[in-house]
């Protein structure tokens, strides 16, 4: 393996013990030392790396978000071109068991008491969510032009992203609550009425 390699897995390494250390610690607790020892490295190396601890935390928020990303766009791109299946796609695989999962919920109420502290971390929350509105403004012009409707995008961007992100809260914090087809099923019907069917009075 190459010095290059082997810096890229320390630092992947890095990145996953903040994770774990964030969701099983909470911000208040998660420490340098810690997170080196999960990894398997000294704290100098951390420092080497990211240059400071609060650089790891945010490279951490970009690898949780990415991970996130790429299971959405996986589902959406098996779903095909037709723009009913890939908005389905996208409701079904928001409540996954990989996406609705109680440690990432752990490790993104850290990144989000960061985001209130940290100007670096502000600036990629800001990045990425903008980042999922846009995808989800997508989708439904897609849908709309799909079913002959007009509608706002960015509006529908923002009441879908709340809806499901409030799902997601509440089915990991309490997955008796609701299952997540239910959540998926629920989040379908807004959609259905924001976008309507053509002729129907909007």
Same mark, same amino acid.
């Given at each position: ?34 997170? $080196? $020892? ?36 996986? $589902? ?62 997508g989708l439904l012009e897609d849908l709309a ?41 629920? $989040? ?11 002729g129907q009075a909007r």
């Open positions: 393996m190459s010095e290059r390699q082997e810096q890229s897995v320390r630092r992947r390494a890095l990145i996953e013990a903040a994770l774990e250390s964030l969701a099983e610690k909470g911000l208040g607790a998660v420490s340098v030392r810690d997170v $080196a $020892a999960r990894a398997g490295v000294s704290p100098g190396l951390l420092r080497h790396h990211f240059g400071g601890f609060n650089n790891l935390l945010n490279e951490a928020y970009r690898y949780a978000t990415a991970r996130v990303d790429a299971a959405l766009d996986t $589902a959406i791109a098996a779903a095909g071109e037709e723009p009913q299946a890939r908005m389905d796609a996208f409701l079904i695989a928001s409540f996954a068991p990989s996406i609705a999962d109680r440690d990432l919920l752990s490790a993104w109420l850290g990144f989000w008491g960061l985001v209130r502290s940290d100007a670096a971390a502000a600036g990629v929350h800001a990045e990425t969510y903008a980042a999922y509105r846009a995808r989800i403004a032009r799909a079913r002959g409707t007009t509608i706002d995008s960015r509006q529908g961007a923002l009441g879908l992203s709340a809806m499901l992100d409030g799902l997601w809260l509440e089915l990991c914090l309490d997955p008796s609550t609701f299952s997540a087809s239910e959540a998926a099923m629920t $989040a379908r019907a807004w959609v259905d009425r924001f976008v309507g069917t053509k």
